[in-house]
Each structure stands twice: as C-alpha cells, then as structure tokens.
C-alpha cells in the first residue's frame, strides 16, 4: 500500500540518521571513559579500542530502542505539521492503522534489541572483564614501565627504574619501597636483572642499600649489600572469584539460584527486550502535534517518557536486588502497567473520546 511504503522508508531513513548520531555520540563518551580507566591502570592501553568495542557493543540494545522512538516520533510528528496526517485520516486511515505499518518496520529491529539485550550483552561484558582481570593480575615487573613510579597488584610496593633501562627484566638504578607486616623497607640498587627459579620469578640487586623501618617503634637499620634477591611473583594463584551476574549467560541465570541479583539482572534485560515494544506504542502517541503550536513541548514530552521509563529499569533492577519488589510484579507493573496506559491513550486518541464529552453524556443521562 502507499500509506505503508510511504511511512516505511520515511522512518528508515530517520531511524539510519538517529542510529549513526547515536553510536558517534556513545563511542566518543566511551573512549574518553576507557582512556580514563587506562590512565589509572585499569585497561591495558593497548586494548582501548577492543574494551571501547566491547563497551559500545553492550550499549547498542538502548541505542536501537532510542532510535526506533526518536524515528517514529520524528517522523509521524512531521506528518502532523505538514497535516499529512489529516489526509490519511480523511481518508479512512485512523491511528490504529499505523500500528501494522510501524510494527512492519520495527520487528527486525525489536528481535535485534532482544538478542542483544539477552546474549551480546553479558557476552560483551565477560570479554571486557576478562580484559581488565588479565591486565590487574599481571606479575609486578609486567607493570613497571621505566622512568615511571608503578604500583604493585597488592598495593604494597612501588618500583621504579631508570629511563635508561632497555626493559623490565633488567634496569639501571632501580629502587624498591615496599610495606610487609610491620616493617617498611626501602632498597636502591644500582643495577638488578630477573631470574626465574622454579615457578617463581626473583629480582637480584647489584650494589645496593636497605633501609628497614619497623612501625612498631623498634628503630631504623640501615644495611649495604654486593647481592640481594626479592620475590616480585610468585608461581600459585589465587582462588577465583565468582563471576558478578551481569557477566552470566542468560540461561545460566535461569538455570542458577532465584537469588535477588540474579533476579535483578534477568528483570533488566527482559526489560529491554519487552520496552521495545512498549515505546512504539507510546511514540504513537506522544507524537500529536497541533499544526498552529510549536513542536518542541511534543519532542521534550517524548524524551522525557524515554528517560523515565529507561530510568525505571535501572531503578527496578535495584528494587529486586534488595528485595523491594518481587521479578514478577515488577515486569507487570512497569511493563505491563505501559502497554495498558499506552493502549487506552491510542484508543483515546483513535476513537476520539474526550473527557468533558463523556462528562456531558453523563450529566444528560442522569437529567
């Protein structure tokens, strides 16, 4: 039909225009956001651009959900002021027509937001932590970069080589400060190379001092050496952690413990997926505009409904994680509590009811 395939490729190429300023926008903030982290030593700054991509990969099933809204409320909004609409409507075509077209279009991109939300999504942040756990569990002497004072894992002793050094398994005027129980020791050493004995790794100090401070008030000693060796790694690795459930599978949460986080995370993606649906209803209609007024009060009404309702799926995820609300009256209530509000509005608009009408219908039948 000419009414479908006209709104069709209007809303295609507004959902095209909002998707490509969309993700520009989204990897802009998320590539000062990770380059930040890799300034801290969080990332590896040589994988910037693969957490970026992780990241914005993560983000594309709120992407697309905002796109599909601002393109079909852009589009039927234009359709209002250029009274485009009131020409359909004479022709026979009420605003319960759009809903096939609309959904024709939005299907392809709806089933995209689900597979997104419920197997790319905790996919995309299983790779991103992997990345961050592999560069924090890295041995001391993979951090020490030279010129630069670095950190260890634990926190509790600092190296630094000299500029001069040609890499981190051997270095010039190299010096040590690190916090072991009670005792503070500071080492310089004019020289020092790594040796691997068994499973670990030793750093042995040439021409060298050591300074032992003892924090229980016992005094200072002061010691020269030829030789010294320290472990800097140490071959047995800790236990691992249990994984955070925004990194589990989404059959892995149904198949774990209904523990309230994991109830927490499954809500939030069956969020994404059922708001889809949910926004196209309302971007009919917030999009009535009155060709006389101005435009910007629909547009600001629209984004302000977006923001609300994303609002409320973070805000539910943490109500069900501190068991404030339960899975299922949660999803029935911000869920299908839209949909009902958003189906009674279309009908208002669609059959034209208007309160004051039906006051006056009620005031005639009881006169």
Avoid: C
Avoid at 342 to 364: K, V
Wanted: a positive charge; zero cysteines.
């Amino acid at each position: 039909m000419l009414f479908h395939s006209t709104v069709r490729k209007e809303l295609a190429r507004s959902f095209g225009a909002s998707l490509v300023v969309l993700v520009t926008i989204v990897m802009t903030m998320t590539l000062i956001r990770t380059l930040s982290l890799a300034n801290r030593g969080t990332v590896n700054p040589e994988e910037v651009m693969m957490v970026m991509g992780y990241t914005v990969l993560g983000y594309l099933p709120t992407i697309l959900s905002l796109s599909l809204f601002i393109a079909i409320v852009g589009t039927l909004s234009r359709m209002y002021r250029d009274s485009e609409m009131v020409i359909w409507f004479s022709a026979g075509r009420g605003l319960s027509s759009l809903l096939r077209p609309l959904f024709g279009f939005a299907w392809p991109v709806l089933a995209v937001t689900g597979l997104l939300a419920l197997v790319i999504w905790p996919w995309a942040n299983q790779q991103t932590q992997d990345l961050k756990d592999r560069y924090g569990k890295r041995g001391d002497l993979e951090r020490v970069a030279p010129g630069q004072f670095q950190e260890s894992a634990s926190g509790r002793r600092v190296f630094f080589l000299d500029k001069d050094s040609p890499d981190n398994k051997s270095g010039k005027n190299i010096f040590i400060s690190s916090l072991e129980r009670d005792r503070e020791t500071v080492t310089s050493a004019r020289s020092g190379h790594v040796e691997t004995i068994g499973d670990d790794q030793f750093l042995l100090l040439n021409n060298g001092q050591r300074l032992e401070n003892s924090l229980k008030g016992e005094g200072l000693r002061i010691s020269e050496f030829q030789e010294h060796g320290t472990r800097v790694r140490e071959g047995s690795a800790g236990a691992a952690e249990e994984s955070p459930a925004k990194v589990r599978s989404t059959l892995a949460l149904v198949r774990a413990a209904r523990t309230p986080v994991n109830l927490g995370e499954l809500a939030w993606r069956l969020g994404l997926a059922l708001a889809g649906i949910n926004f196209v209803l309302l971007a009919i209609t917030v999009s009535s505009v009155n060709p006389r007024v101005g435009r910007s009060g629909n547009l600001v009404f629209a984004l302000f409904a977006f923001i609300v309702y994303f609002n409320l799926l973070n805000l539910g995820q943490s109500w069900i994680a501190s068991r404030r609300i339960g899975f299922v009256a949660f999803l029935l209530l911000v869920h299908g509590g839209t949909f009902l509000l958003a189906s009674l509005w279309l009908a208002r608009q669609h059959n034209g009811w208007a309160f004051s009408r039906l006051l006056r219908l009620t005031r005639r039948r009881a006169a």
